[in-house]
């Protein structure tokens, strides 16, 4: 059964703390893996698709990495702005489904 | 693109009533997915289509659930009778083929 994992459940930082958020996934063949953003009130907004191991995509303070096993999102220098709940999900080989993890609650402190 | 658009945004109703959410998917995506939304079990996929046809409702919770597409612009997610353990947020997303999904701002239903 395909299953995605994400750690830590929440996080604290200073603006300015860099860090990063993990998703673990398994998955009969990985078609690809997506990261979102959901603020309060909203419906998840599209960040970055990863394909491959050793694929790395940016936006702004945002760097998403992959690995065969996990995909971890770097935040350097956060700002207060970046408070959001972050959602990892994968598509296997087959169909069309995601399947997302349980999501990363960050909040950034001015 | 106004991306996709949901309505009603608050759905408040009493135990036993029919619920009917709307979708309109982003013009040109061919897929449609239908996510409900709680803090115990986070977001979870009821069904999806593939040029409006219902590919997977595996995830559908049982028969007081339904849902249609008529055409590649319109979907209705149809809760009858709702249950008050039926309050969440529902997503409705839309994507072309296997990439990313986009998703709505979400109906959020309240069953007294």
């Known amino acids: 059964e395909d299953q995605v994992t994400q750690s830590p459940e929440a996080l604290r930082l200073q603006e300015g703390e860099s860090s990063s958020l993990n998703c673990s996934y398994t998955?009969?063949?990985?078609?690809?893996l997506f990261w979102y953003r959901q603020d309060p009130g909203k419906g998840p907004e599209f960040l970055f698709t990863?394909?491959?191991a050793g694929e790395e995509k940016e936006k702004e303070r945002l760097k998403a990495t992959l690995t065969k096993k996990e995909s971890f999102l770097h935040i350097t220098a956060p700002k207060p702005e970046d408070s959001a709940t972050y959602l990892c999900?994968?598509?296997?080989?087959?169909?069309?489904?995601?399947?997302f993890g349980p999501g990363t609650r960050l909040s950034v402190l001015p | 693109d106004a991306g996709v658009i949901q309505s009603p945004r608050h759905e408040v109703t009493e135990m036993g009533q029919e619920v009917t959410l709307r979708c309109k998917p982003i013009s040109g995506h061919n897929s449609l997915f239908w996510y409900r939304q709680t803090m115990m079990r986070g977001l979870e996929l009821l069904i999806y289509?593939?040029?409006?046809?219902?590919?997977?409702d595996s995830g559908m919770p049982e028969d007081r659930f339904s849902a249609k597409m008529p055409n590649a612009s319109f979907s209705t997610l149809k809760i009858q009778p709702s249950e008050p353990r039926d309050s969440a947020v529902y997503f409705c997303?839309?994507?072309?083929?296997?990439?990313?999904?986009?998703f709505g701002p979400g109906t959020r239903l309240t069953v007294t």
């Open positions: 990863l394909y491959s």
């Open positions: 997303a839309s994507s072309w083929e296997s990439y990313e999904q986009y």
């Open positions: 998955v009969s063949g990985l078609r690809g």
């Open positions: 999900a994968v598509r296997a080989d087959y169909g069309q489904n995601f399947v």
């Open positions: 289509f593939n040029n409006n046809v219902p590919i997977d």
